[in-house]
């Protein structure tokens, strides 16, 4: 299981909750009558690279409603059976230790209900499609528009006259551009102009209702696991160490020479990496460089946390003008990157496979790392509403049936070698409608990155 160390600095959470709490919880002047939540994956509670029911049930705004409430029924969502869609990753093999989606796909269970579901958070969707989409990808699971006449989702939200809105949207305005290697405005990245426009108008269409809100900041995707897991050296197939020469690591290659101090190599070369691609053919490999979409250079990832801080400054200035909470889901993620989050003597890091806040797909947290993203919306929500809603009881997360995760089965605290299978990048990119390949404007290809130092 996780690590065990002093507390220290870490963020220390409440791990018994009496039940007797849940019973009458005051909100203050929330009110959580008619909650809805809109947003994107990191709401609808994907995990392990699919909508399935046992990552949809601990969804941050599900959790959120029933500390709320005191209620287990009434919030509705757009459930998926197991599999899920598409098939939730799993480890396939132990040896190689291989993560692929299961076979098949899950079915909705409750596609007839009469009116919009609560969690009107789509998979994929960026900020724009929140006030554009209605259609097409996940956004026909969880909109129905044969049945809600062609409305997205704050049109939903809207007719139904909420009286509570989360809204946590923008994470995939940058998180194609971190996961497909390539940082092109416009295209895999949201220009900070355009996401200005469509969140005050995202935010003012909800305020129109009288609604209360609570507005959450993004996380910065260049410190996900999918971004930070393999070395940007030549790895050890059994250990996933870097091999070493002479006393020295290797550097990969990619197209314009040996991989440099300030590139990551992203969570999918690991693919490349098991066909000998970027390995030099005297240490066994294909002696072929690694495609510039497997890593990430120094520039690119400063672009995209600079986008990150723009869309977040956004976010905080809009949340102030509209008296919403704000919860500040980014600040709790970089303290998971720093290893600063913890609970009962337990500490949980970014690290793949084993430090417990990621799933299999390296990208959306596990069911714990959901606990904590509503623990830091109740906090916000009691701070800004005077409310009283007690944090979400931790226990069953560490030691109950909502606690598996690979540390069940993997032990220690580094990240062990493995492939991360092309099947389940193709997976969780067409569910999250991201392009493997995107292409530069005017031009047929990618296009190569800047020279190596």
Partial sequence: MHRLKTLGGALALALLVPAAVLAQPSTGSA?????????????????????????????YPALLHRQATGLTTGFEQPLVADPGIPGVLELRSLSPLTVAPKDGQGNPTNLTLPRPYNNLAVPGARLRDTLVTFSGGLHDLVLRPTGFGRTTALQQAVASNPTFVTIWIGNNDVLAAATSGVVIEGVTITPAAQFEADFRSLA????????????????????????????????????????????????????????????????????????????????????????????????????????????????????????AALADTNALLTRAAQGKVGVGGMTFSPAYLTGGIFSYDGVHPTSIG???????????????????????????????SAAKTADDVLAGSETPAFVFTDEAKLSLFQALRIDPNPKRPGKGGKGGKGGRK
């Fill in 204 to 323: 003012a269409t909800i305020a129109s209702t009288n609604a209360k809100m609570a507005i959450a900041t993004i996380p910065d995707v260049t410190t996900i696991a999918y971004v930070n897991t393999l070395t940007r050296f030549v790895p050890n197939p059994a250990t996933g160490a870097p091999v070493l020469i002479n006393g020295q690591p290797v550097p990969l290659i990619g197209p314009n020479g040996p991989l440099g101090p300030s590139d990551r190599v992203l969570l999918s070369a690991s693919a490349e990496l098991a066909r000998g691609n970027g390995i030099p053919a005297a240490l066994g490999g294909s002696g072929k460089p690694l495609p510039d979409t497997a890593f990430l250079t120094g520039d690119e990832l400063a672009t995209i946390s600079s986008r990150v801080n723009a869309y977040n400054n956004i976010i905080r200035t809009v949340a102030g003008e509209r008296g």
């Fill in 31 to 59: 009110n959580f009558t008619r909650y809805y939540a809109i947003g994107d994956s990191l709401t609808a509670g994907f995990i392990s690279g699919s909508l399935v029911v046992s990552g949809q049930r601990t969804s």
């Fill in 370 to 400: 959901y606990a904590f993203v509503a623990n830091t919306f109740i906090d916000a929500i009691n701070e800004k509403f005077g409310a009283d809603i007690p944090p979400v009881n931790l226990t069953p997360f560490l030691f109950g």
